[in-house]
């Protein structure tokens, strides 16, 4: 029981990571700018806090669904809409930062340190600031847990969340390496990888704000 819970943990949290967004996206600019050692400290520091994340939305699924709803207002704004707010400022920044740094080469520092530093605090970062994964556990969490194909204790939840950090990992791994590949196959230059992904982050929160616009009328 406790190898299937650890199982749907992976494929779960994996899924989640299939359509692109701001971390596969900053996986595969990881891969191509500063190689894959670096995306390895990235994915292990992000899927440490995915594992904490998981495990806190986990507790909190069955509270939360019977207690809040996505279309609820808080103070009179949907929480949905908080949601949606979030990621329109994270995507227009994290887009602004890569138009801006698109000239840039791709450093070789021999400073291994300090980069392995940077990384690893880059992915603390943005699995802290991953606001969209409350979403996804509030109703793949609940969803998981009403029809039974994991157990509510302690050690069920701990399995299901070490396994929800294994997915993330596969998840970003499969992107950077497939980043890599895309790159060597087309011999595409940092330049035009680091302006195709600010405009698509772009493009992603010009859709969130067509999206939020469609609601509010």
């Not at 029981?1 to 971390?23: C, D, E, H, Q, V």
């Not at 994290?94 to 980069?115: C, F, H, L, Q, Y």
């Not at 497939?178 to 982050?201: D, H, P, R």
């Amino acid at each position: 029981m406790l190898f299937i819970t650890f199982f749907i943990g992976i494929i779960l949290n994996a899924m989640g990571y299939i359509p692109p967004g701001n971390i596969n996206l900053t996986v595969a600019q990881l891969a191509i700018n500063k190689g894959m050692r670096q995306v390895w400290y990235f994915i292990l520091s992000f899927s440490c806090v995915e594992v904490c994340f998981t495990f806190g939305m986990m507790r909190f699924a069955r509270w939360a669904m019977s207690d809040i709803n996505p279309n609820e207002a808080v103070s009179e704004v949907r929480l949905g809409t908080l949601v949606d707010c979030f990621m329109i400022l994270m995507f227009l920044v994290m887009g602004t930062i890569t138009w801006v740094n698109r000239k840039k080469a791709p450093k070789t520092s021999n400073k291994k340190e300090d980069k392995r530093s940077g990384s690893v605090l880059y992915g603390l970062i943005l699995g802290v600031l991953n606001p969209v994964q409350i979403p996804f556990w509030l109703f793949f969490g609940n969803y998981v847990i009403l029809h039974e194909w994991i157990k509510t204790d302690y050690l069920s939840l701990v399995i299901f969340s070490i396994g929800s950090g294994f997915g993330s990992a596969l998840a970003l791994y499969v992107y950077a390496h497939f980043a890599t590949y895309i790159q060597e196959k087309f011999a595409l230059s940092s330049l035009i990888v680091n302006k195709s992904i600010a405009i698509f982050l772009f493009v992603l929160a010009a859709y969130l704000v067509v999206k939020q616009l469609f609601v509010v009328f």
